[in-house]
């Protein structure tokens, strides 16, 4: 069968008819009409109907067109331009067969941008999936470079890539058109009726490539970009992230070859500090090459936030220049809200701290963090969050933050430390309502993401380590009332969740602060809790110190409240000590304070305190009247789980087995109820000890499991119930028989 081409240009020479003459009459360019006829171009079947009507072929030449749907042989002049992807394209498998599948796809829209932050790899994948698929594009695989995103070069306009585009596709410089427009016209002319693949490379701003964009044909353009570029309506998006881990090392190992390092370990530690980046990971394998490095020695500098970026550069290749491309790009209120946002801790931030952190409104800062997110500098998710890459945050904190005025950023830290101020606050006193907090003269937040107590005891979970964080800033930043503050206000929630590493870190730090501030109440209060804190961590002696250089700071304030405070938390520190006497005596003349002071709460915990010391000294008809007067003014849901434990627990020491199994019964369903899991094991280790008791081994077995279940440690220094399990368990294991009996075998 002859080839179109050929037999179109037979029939048109023997009825004496131009070229000029047939694009005419056909509406197609001369010059892509030459093509046809010299097989340098794909005809499709409304340019064979139209020939075969205009040379009064008889459905001949139209016969000779290629099925639609069916792929022909690469025309002579068809060029295969795409670039060689590199030995080391690792990893992305599932991305690349996702993509492959979308440039063959016939419903799917002709352009798709591959899009993600500088250093991503967007176009390796780009360049492989195109490479994959270009035998289905006949009509030739074609690669530009926009320069969109190049150090040092002017990206292309959009007449300029146009006109490399022409020159490809073999228009004469003399037949380009002079205008945008013309050139526009024309690229839309040579793409129809063709099948060809174009990787747009390195693309700024949709404006660039707008008029690239064909209408009527069967090719695909493939855009890589940093931006979004949301204003290409008809495209479809495919966004680029970093490596997974397994992936990460495949790449660092296969680039570095027998220059990586043996251990596993090292080298997922090495990609980790690269934020799993591809560019990052090459510059570390290009290192290990070239020679010069251990990888202890690099892995050190990666690991020192103050060399990272710095060792990034292999002098060609460089994560910090990559970026200040992007970051030149962005107007000044960007450039400005990029710098401040590396004031905020290295955790995702609620866009209402974004808003303090800038002093902006919410529409405002949406529409700024909404460009940065579009640019790939930051990832907003669909909860509003706002968060930095790794190297992103280093990036803002050495390049951008230093554009910031320093009287900017110090005011932009006063706005944040506040607002976490204020909504901790606002959560505590949802989740606490009758808990002391200190007067810090800041209004109420206007708007806060929870409205009960549930919900700011979930809100404080999410946010507990940014605000701990937030803590050490205030500090560094001179902000020394709201250091300590913040971290006061914090300890409510530790204690519910035994954070204790938090807990005494952010008061080690506001004891300085409150300190530097020459406040001798608020370093008292700051004392008093860390002394809490390591009683509750098991570490009674450093406890008592506390307490004690707690009285001292209330006694030189004059303050009469802190100062009752402090003596209470020493009996409680002497009662895991053993000195229940004193314990007693002590907390005796507390609970007279709070009872004429109407501190309800403080009474509860003087009365459990007072309940346990007697029963230390087998005083249990007290100790049960201290209990139960402890459970019936208990007001908060945990508070009354710890008072009917501490109930439980007298009658399991007095040998009042039923009565106890019933009341760690009851302890467990108000601990889930108040969703403590603490007083929930402490519960279910009480049933298990009380099972013990009685001699019932495979139970006692099954509730002690039932209550490791849980995330949560049970000190044996300050918890009763787990002291009992252990020496239980001790004394098993050294052959002695199971404790029976009176409880008081502890």
């Known amino acids: 069968?002859?080839?179109?081409?050929?037999?179109?240009?037979?029939?048109?020479?023997?009825?004496?008819?131009?070229?000029?003459?047939?694009?005419?009459?056909?509406?197609?360019?001369?010059?892509?009409?030459?093509?046809?006829?010299?097989?340098?171009?794909?005809?499709?079947?409304?340019?064979?109907?139209?020939?075969?009507?205009?040379?009064?072929?008889?459905?001949?030449?139209?016969?000779?067109?290629?099925?639609?749907?069916?792929?022909?042989?690469?025309?002579?002049g068809g060029i295969a331009g795409l670039p060689d992807g590199g030995r080391w394209f690792v990893g992305r498998e599932t991305e690349l067969d996702a993509l492959s599948a979308l440039l063959l796809d016939p419903d799917d829209a002709r352009v798709g941008v591959v899009h993600g932050m500088a250093g991503?790899?967007?176009?390796?994948?780009?360049?492989?999936?195109?490479?994959?698929?270009?035998?289905?594009?006949p009509d030739g695989s074609l690669f530009f470079d926009l320069r969109g995103h190049t150090p040092g070069a002017t990206e292309l306009s959009p007449g300029e890539a146009l006109g490399r585009l022409l020159r490809l596709l073999d228009v004469s410089a003399d037949q380009l058109p002079t205008d945008e427009d013309g050139l526009a016209?024309?690229?839309?002319?040579?793409?129809?009726?063709?099948?060809?693949i174009l990787v747009l490379d390195n693309v700024r701003s949709a404006e660039q490539i707008r008029a690239i964009v064909p209408g009527e044909t069967a090719s695909r353009i493939l855009v890589t970009s940093r931006g979004r570029l949301p204003a290409l309506d008809d495209a479809w998006h495919f966004p680029v992230d970093v490596l997974p881990l397994e992936d990460a090392v495949r790449l660092l190992r296969s680039v570095a070859g027998g220059h990586a390092p043996d251990d596993d370990g090292v080298a997922a530690e090495l990609v980790r500090h690269c934020g799993r980046l591809p560019l990052a990971i090459r510059i570390v394998a290009a290192r290990f090459v070239a020679g010069g490095w251990t990888a202890a020695r690099l892995r050190d500098r990666l690991a020192d936030e103050r060399t990272r970026l710095g060792t990034l550069d292999d002098g060609e290749r460089s994560v910090a220049t990559a970026f200040t491309v992007s970051y030149e790009s962005l107007p000044g209120d960007q450039r400005r809200l990029l710098g401040l946002l590396a004031l905020h801790p290295a955790t995702a931030a609620e866009i209402a701290a974004v808003e303090a952190l800038a002093g902006l409104g919410p529409g405002e800062a949406d529409r700024l963090v909404d460009r940065l997110h579009d640019a790939h500098l930051v990832v907003r998710d669909e909860r509003g969050y706002v968060e930095l890459h790794d190297l992103m945050r280093m990036f803002a904190a050495t390049h951008a933050l230093p554009d910031v005025e320093p009287g900017d950023r110090e005011v932009a830290m006063s706005r944040l430390v506040d607002h976490a101020l204020m909504t901790t606050l606002a959560a505590d006193e949802l989740a606490?309502?009758?808990?002391?907090?200190?007067?810090?003269?800041?209004?109420?937040?206007?708007?806060?993401?929870?409205?009960?107590?549930?919900?700011?005891?979930?809100?404080?979970?999410?946010?507990?380590p940014a605000l701990a964080e937030i803590v050490e800033?205030?500090?560094?930043?001179?902000?020394?009332?709201?250091?300590?503050?913040?971290?006061?206000?914090?300890?409510?929630?530790?204690?519910?969740?035994?954070?204790?590493?938090?807990?005494?870190?952010?008061?080690?730090?506001?004891?300085?602060?409150?300190?530097?501030?020459?406040?001798?109440?608020?370093?008292?209060?700051?004392?008093?809790?860390?002394?809490?804190?390591?009683i509750e961590s098991g570490r009674v002696d450093e406890a008592v110190r506390f307490h004690q250089q707690a009285q001292e700071c209330f006694a030189q304030a004059r303050d009469d409240r802190g100062a009752i405070d402090a003596l209470s938390s020493l009996a409680w520190a002497r009662l895991y000590r053993g000195e229940a006497e004193a314990t007693l005596a002590d907390l005796t003349t507390v609970l007279d304070v709070y009872r004429r002071t109407g501190r309800t709460r403080n009474e509860v915990i003087a009365l459990r305190g007072i309940a346990l010391a007697s029963a230390?000294?087998?005083?249990?008809?007290?100790?049960?009247?201290?209990?139960?007067?402890?459970?019936?003014?208990?007001?908060?849901?945990?508070?009354?789980a710890m008072s009917v434990n501490g109930e439980a627990w007298v009658r399991f020491r007095a040998g009042q087995w039923d009565d106890a199994e019933r009341g760690y019964r009851r302890a467990a369903e108000l601990a889930d109820d108040a969703g403590n899991e603490y007083e929930h094991a402490r519960a279910l280790t009480g049933l298990g000890n009380t099972a013990a008791g009685r001699g019932d081994r495979p139970a006692a077995a099954r509730w002690w499991a039932e209550a490791a279940a849980y995330r949560v440690t049970l000190d044996p220094t300050v918890l009763g119930e787990a002291a009992y399990r252990n020496r239980l368990a001790g004394a098993e294991a050294n052959g002695f028989p199971a404790a029976s009996g009176n409880g008081n075998a502890l």
């Not at 991503?120 to 594009?137: Q, S």
């Not at 954070?499 to 008292?524: K, N, V």
Request: with cysteine.
């Open 473 to 534: 800033s205030a500090f560094r930043h001179g902000l020394h009332d709201r250091c300590w503050q913040l971290a006061f206000v914090l300890r409510a929630f530790f204690f519910r969740e035994k954070l204790f590493e938090p807990w005494i870190r952010t008061h080690e730090r506001a004891l300085e602060a409150a300190r530097a501030a020459g406040d001798l109440s608020a370093t008292g209060m700051i004392l008093n809790n860390l002394g809490m804190a390591h």
């Open 616 to 640: 230390a000294l087998d005083r249990f008809p007290e100790a049960l009247s201290s209990a139960r007067e402890a459970v019936e003014l208990a007001q908060l849901p945990v508070d009354r």
């Open 1 to 76: 069968m002859p080839d179109f081409g050929a037999e179109l240009k037979r029939r048109r020479t023997s009825v004496g008819m131009s070229l000029t003459g047939l694009a005419t009459a056909v509406h197609f360019t001369k010059g892509y009409l030459s093509k046809v006829e010299n097989g340098k171009a794909r005809v499709n079947r409304d340019l064979a109907k139209a020939c075969d009507q205009a040379l009064g072929a008889g459905g001949e030449l139209l016969a000779l067109a290629t099925e639609p749907g069916t792929p022909a042989r690469r025309s002579a």
């Open 120 to 137: 991503a790899g967007k176009t390796t994948l780009a360049v492989a999936a195109a490479r994959r698929v270009e035998h289905a594009f």
């Open 185 to 196: 016209n024309l690229v839309r002319d040579q793409l129809r009726g063709r099948r060809m």
């Open 432 to 464: 606490e309502p009758y808990r002391y907090r200190p007067a810090t003269g800041l209004p109420a937040p206007a708007g806060v993401p929870f409205t009960d107590a549930d919900g700011a005891l979930t809100w404080l979970a999410a946010q507990w």
